[in-house]
Nanobody, 125 residues
Framework: QVQLVESGGGSVQAGGSLRLSCGAA????????LAWFRQTPGEEREGVAS???????RYADSVKGRFTISTDNAKNTLYLQMDSLKPEDTAMYYC???????????????????WGLGTQVTVSS
């Protein structure tokens, strides 16, 4: 059974850093479109960063220059390095994968078929 499991969330002060990880069991992550989303209570799920199978990346304007999406193929793990964190980055973060090679659906949640359970990130001012 295919599973995605996030880790690495926690509490940090503004200006700090966290690295989120997303491990996969059941298939090779790097062969598909991968992404990180985030969601706060009462709000819609928001795309943060995506990674095409050929290495192409996209970032939400709110995180450009601060967040970096990457993979470790040997570990079959997706990462989200988050630097210069702000209180508005506080959210539950989810990794997701699409069955496509390229994230042509952008950050539309419906384009992603598999999701992890999420990891909480809290940034205090």
């Amino acid at each position: 059974q295919v599973q995605l499991v996030e880790s690495g969330g926690g509490s940090v002060q503004a200006g700090g850093s966290l690295r989120l990880s997303c491990g996969a069991a059941g298939w090779t992550l790097r062969e598909f479109c991968l992404a990180w989303f985030r969601q706060t209570p009462g709000e819609e799920r928001e795309g943060v960063a995506s990674l095409d199978s050929d290495g192409g990346t996209r970032y939400a304007d709110s995180v450009k220059g601060r967040f970096t999406i990457s993979t470790d193929n040997a570990k079959n793990t997706l990462y989200l390095q988050m630097d210069s964190l702000k209180p508005e980055d506080t959210a539950m973060y989810y990794c997701a994968t699409s069955p496509m090679l390229y994230c042509s659906g952008g950050f539309r949640p419906g384009a992603f078929g598999r999701w992890g359970l999420g990891t909480q990130v809290t940034v205090s001012s």
